[in-house]
Antibody
Framework: EVQLVESGGGLVQPGGSLRLSCAAS????????MSWVRQAPGQGLEWLSV???????YYADSVRGRFTLSRDSSKNTLYVQMNSLRAEDTAVYYC??????????????WGQGTMVTVSS | DIQMTQSPSSVSASVGDRVTITCRAS??????LAWYQQKPGKAPKLLIY???SLQSGVPSRFSGSGSGTDFTLTISSLQPEDFATYYC??????????FGQGTKVEIK
């Protein structure tokens, strides 16, 4: 079964750091573009970052310089290292496969999400 | 960045109703548009890509249309499991990929 499972969320103080993981099954994270998308409480979806299959990364302005993507092919896992966290980073963080060219650059597989709360 | 604007923000409808949601892009995006359904506490689910192509497993009561800047998602006969929030997403100019603000379909 093709699926994504996120982990690593929790409560962190402003200025702190957290690393989220996204474990994939049924496909290789190295063969697809892989993204992180977040959703603040009661709000809409915000794309944050992508890692291309070749390893290039791109970030939204809101997280550039603070968030860093990486992947471990042996574990088939995508990571996001989040530093200098702010209250406005409080959200559910989703890992998503995509944009996927097979579905015209949509995000076709999503994890269940992991909650990050930034508060003192 | 391309801005995506959905209307209405919410709609109240009854089971069996036809529901139409509109998404407008701030500039032309050809047919590079996707629609997602999100239920409370759950991840988004891809419904439609390329403006009108139905994702595998999605019921045929869902349809999409449009090109350029104006797009619509139509649910031909609303079912109880369709009460959710729907988002559009542009895939023409990236990064960043951008989503609409969402349309909540509520029970009348």
């Amino acid at each position: 079964e093709v699926q994504l499972v996120e982990s690593g969320g929790g409560l962190v103080q402003p200025g702190g750091s957290l690393r989220l993981s996204c474990a994939a099954s049924g496909f290789s994270v190295s063969s697809y573009y892989m993204s992180w998308v977040r959703q603040a409480p009661g709000q809409g979806l915000e794309w944050l970052s992508v890692m291309y299959s070749g390893g290039s990364t791109y970030y939204a302005d809101s997280v550039r310089g603070r968030f860093t993507l990486s992947r471990d092919s042996s574990k088939n896992t995508l990571y996001v290292q989040m530093n200098s966290l702010r209250a406005e980073d409080t959200a559910v963080y989703y890992c998503a496969r995509g944009p996927n060219g097979y579905v015209s650059w949509a995000f076709d597989i999503w994890g269940q999400g992991t909650m990050v709360t930034v508060s003192s | 960045d391309i801005q995506m604007t959905q209307s209405p923000s919410s709609v109240s409808a009854s089971v069996g109703d036809r529901v139409t949601i509109t998404c407008r892009a701030s500039q032309g995006i050809s047919s590079w548009l996707a629609w997602y359904q999100q239920k409370p506490g759950k991840a988004p689910k891809l419904l439609i890509y390329a403006a009108s192509s139905l994702q595998s497993g999605v019921p045929s009561r869902f349809s999409g249309s449009g090109s350029g800047t104006d797009f619509t998602l139509t649910i031909s006969s609303l079912q109880p499991e369709d009460f959710a929030t729907y988002y559009c997403q542009q895939a023409n100019s990236f990064p960043p990929w951008t989503f609409g603000q969402g349309t909540k379909v509520e029970i009348k």
